[in-house]
């Protein structure tokens, strides 16, 4: 039964890797995609503050 638990839940390090990745793969998008329109970049960077506050939550109910 521990084993289990310990499978099911993630570590802070699977989390953390998680939260760096998504970070790069957005940032990367958001060069790639709007680099011609400035209001467009902004609306990225809302979405990634959005992400990130997500990923936050998430590692809170994980400690």
Do not use: P
């Not at 699977?14 to 790639?32: L, N, T």
């Not at 979405?47 to 109910?61: A, E």
């Amino acid at each position: 039964m521990n084993e289990e638990k310990k499978k099911m839940s993630l570590s802070h390090r699977d989390i953390a890797q998680e939260f760096v990745v998504y970070i790069y793969i957005y940032i990367y998008m958001i060069e790639r995609i709007s680099n011609e329109h400035e209001a467009s970049r902004r609306g990225w960077y809302v979405c990634l503050l959005c992400m990130i506050s997500q990923i936050c939550v998430k590692f809170t109910f994980y400690l």
